[in-house]
Every structure is written in C-alpha cells, then in structure tokens.
C-alpha cells in the first residue's frame, strides 16, 4: 500500500474522531475550529482540542488505522503524547472493522464509578 494511502486511512480516521468528540461536546471541529485533527506527521497528540473542549473530553487521544496491530507501542506513544492533565485513550481501526478504544484500565472503571453513580 503507498505511504499516502496509509495517510489518507489515519486522516479519515482522525477525522471520524473529531466528529464524535464534536457530538459529545458541542464544539465544533475542522480546521481552526476548538476540535482539530493534526496534520499527518506532525508531534504530539491526533485531536488537538482546546482547554474548553479538553475540560470536557479530558483525554489525549491517538489514531491508529492499520491491519498490524501493535498496541503496547501504540501506548507507549500515547504516554509520550499525552497532555497535562489528560488521560492517554487510543482509536484503532482495522480495514473494513469499526473502531475500538483502548484506555487504561484503571480510569476506564474510574468512568464507570461515575456513570453508575458510586
């Protein structure tokens, strides 16, 4: 597969994430808007959201659309990624599979406590 067409998976990804972290905020993404998807190659995290949103959403998130998966490394890089603040949180997607989140286990039963109320 050529490098852009790897690009061009992990930008449609990225961009599948800003929408949804749009639906749950109600910030608005796209270039220069609170909720951005990083260009390719570009340091640091996938989603760039400001304070606002981040107060919000208080997560660093990564994208990773691949048939390979390689998730110990993938969050290795999520910890050097993430923001102050933040927790780390990781989208990955296979061709043709629908995305899944992989989060640390102990701030995903953490969220949990808050949902059920204890």
């Known amino acids: 597969m050529k490098t852009s067409s790897c690009?061009?998976?992990g930008r449609v990804l990225q961009q599948w994430t800003c929408a949804e972290i749009s639906k749950i905020t109600g910030y608005s993404w796209g270039?220069?808007?609170p909720i951005e998807s990083r260009g390719m190659g570009q340091n640091g995290v996938d989603v760039r959201m400001e304070?606002?949103?981040?107060?919000?959403f208080p997560?660093?998130?990564?994208?990773?659309?691949?048939e390979s998966w390689s998730v110990h490394s993938w969050?290795?890089?999520s910890k050097?990624?993430?923001?102050e603040g933040?927790?780390?949180l990781i989208v990955a997607k296979r061709n043709r599979g629908k995305p899944v989140v992989v989060i640390d286990a102990e701030v995903f039963f953490a969220l949990m406590e808050k949902v059920i109320g204890k």
């Open 59 to 66: 997560f660093s998130v990564e994208c990773k659309n691949c």
């Open 7 to 9: 690009k061009q998976k």
């Open 51 to 56: 304070s606002a949103v981040q107060k919000l």
């Open 75 to 77: 969050i290795e890089q």
């Open 80 to 83: 050097a990624n993430q923001k």
């Open 31 to 33: 270039h220069d808007e």
């Open 86 to 88: 933040t927790d780390w």
